[in-house]
């Protein structure tokens, strides 16, 4: 067998243990079953988009080599995970962690089955992750018009006839579009975002070609009741197979706000690896909600994921390592802890 990595090993030696408490996941049994309610009302699959590789590591102060960012990205396409954000077609002058991105994109190892998006802000974005082999975009608006100008330089309508751009090339292409809305639950310039608001942003992003909208609350102020709130407005104009949820740990609400999420029918998840991230343009703004944690709430409510959780904390583990950092994953944090003190 090897070497076995510790946290592995940990994972091995408390099997049964984690067998009982639906640790290890299982795949799907059909091929999209996210439409499928249990009879809980709780969909039977949940989509993770694993956000750690961009949106974990942009907000990181010192620059992360490379080859650690391509081996992550690699560790975490062998967890089972179906989509990993790989990088962001930016800039490099305003998020210099990502002025890599060709070089990551064009050395990872890509695995059957996994979507490695990337994002794009604009046309000459859109057309540099192409010529470096992406194969998904995503473009990034926001609901509040600070935050608008603030992350990427322009309104929500200037952003929205950028988008436009984007959305026509890669709809030519064949090229498939995410969207985001950040700032869906609050913003760190403007305070409270209107519900309806975001459910204006999020219509127009679906109506010009983006597959699936994800809400962020990129500040991480949301509630179960304002996410509740929010989501309503949107629904009324998305339809619920198009939405995903991207929250934020600032105040610890996360899990619930996805928990609220998910009992109203969103089934797909986006979250980061041992909790990474932040925002460059939201001051105090905690990391994402952890892949980690996610997993292992949503195993507990027999919701399948496709994803190994013992694999994904070995990834969490190795680029916590890597950053010379503590894992923001309680789950994590509670495994190592009991296999110190075992």
């Not at 290890?24 to 439409?35: D, L, M, N, T, V």
């Not at 994904?312 to 390592?321: D, K, P, R, W």
């Not at 994590?332 to 003190?341: E, G, I, L, M, Y």
Request: glycine share 8%.
């Amino acid at each position: 067998m090897g070497t076995v990595p510790s946290a592995l090993k940990h994972c091995l030696s408390y099997q049964h243990l984690l067998k009982e408490q639906l640790w290890i996941a299982e795949p799907p049994a059909a091929a999209h079953p996210a439409q499928e309610p249990q009879a809980s009302g709780l969909p039977e699959y949940i989509k993770i988009v694993e956000v750690g590789p961009r949106d974990g590591l942009q907000n990181e102060k010192v620059i992360v080599p490379t080859d650690t960012k391509i081996e992550l990205i690699n560790q975490l396409s062998k967890t089972g995970l179906p989509a990993i954000e790989v990088t962001s077609f930016v800039s490099s002058k305003w998020v210099p962690q990502m002025a890599d991105h060709k070089e990551v994109m064009r050395g990872i190892e890509r695995h059957p089955g996994v979507q490695y998006p990337v994002l794009t802000p604009n046309l000459q974005g859109f057309h540099s992750a192409i010529a470096a082999g992406a194969t998904e975009v995503s473009v990034f608006g926001a609901a509040s018009e600070s935050f608008s100008k603030m992350n990427i330089n322009c309104s929500i309508e200037e952003s929205i006839e950028r988008f436009e751009e984007v959305t026509k090339s890669a709809r030519n292409m064949n090229i498939p579009v995410r969207g985001y809305v950040s700032c869906a639950l609050g913003c760190p310039y403007e305070g409270n975002v209107v519900p309806d608001k975001v459910a204006e942003v999020s219509k127009r992003l679906y109506s010009m070609g983006c597959y699936e909208i994800s809400l962020g609350d990129t500040i991480g102020v949301g509630t179960p009741g304002s996410m509740k709130k929010m989501l309503e407005a949107v629904m009324k104009e998305i339809p619920l197979s198009a939405l995903a949820v991207h929250c934020h740990d600032t105040y610890g609400q996360a899990l619930a706000n996805i928990l609220t999420a998910i009992q109203m029918g969103v089934a797909v998840v986006d979250s980061s690896v041992a909790g990474l991230g932040g925002c460059p343009y939201a001051k105090g703004a905690a990391g994402n909600v952890a892949t980690e944690d996610v997993i292992y709430m949503l195993n507990g409510l027999g919701i399948s994921t496709g994803v190994n959780l013992c694999a994904v904390m070995e990834a969490g583990n190795f680029i916590c390592t890597a950053l010379n950092k503590k894992t923001n994953s309680k789950v994590a944090q509670a495994s190592f802890s009991t296999r110190t003190t075992n």
